[in-house]
């Protein structure tokens, strides 16, 4: 499995940015996708998960913030982020496995978003 993300970059707070990651290598309707997050000098994070059927699950930091979706004809899933706020600048990392959450096999290479004040 392949992952490509792209779509980070600078942001003034309350603003808006989409990220979107591409999948390749498998069928990619077997696979549950998340986003985690890692910033300066903190652990990496979960942020949302979206499995094959799409349901969703967000961490509390973010909820009613970012929404996650996936498009399996383009083999594509995404993270819509709004009301951006400073602590939300971090490398953002897409993920995939077929188990849940915690089991997440492959890691693609992250894209920074910064939130400036």
């Known amino acids: 499995v392949q992952l490509q993300a792209s779509g980070g970059g600078l942001v003034q707070a309350g603003g808006s940015l989409r990220l979107s990651c591409a999948f390749s290598g498998r069928t990619f309707t077997y696979y549950g996708m998340a986003w985690f997050r890692q910033a300066p000098g903190k652990e990496r994070e979960f942020v949302a998960h979206?499995?094959?059927?799409?349901?969703?699950s967000y961490a509390d930091s973010v909820k009613g913030r970012f929404t996650i979706s996936r498009d399996n004809a383009k083999n594509t899933v995404y993270l819509q982020m709004t009301s951006l706020k400073t602590e939300d600048t971090a490398v953002y990392y897409c993920?995939?496995?077929?188990?849940?959450?915690?089991?997440?096999?492959?890691w693609g290479e992250g894209t920074l978003v910064t939130v400036s004040s």
């Open positions: 993920a995939a496995g077929r188990g849940g959450i915690n089991n997440m096999n492959y």
């Open positions: 979206i499995n094959w059927s799409a349901g969703t």
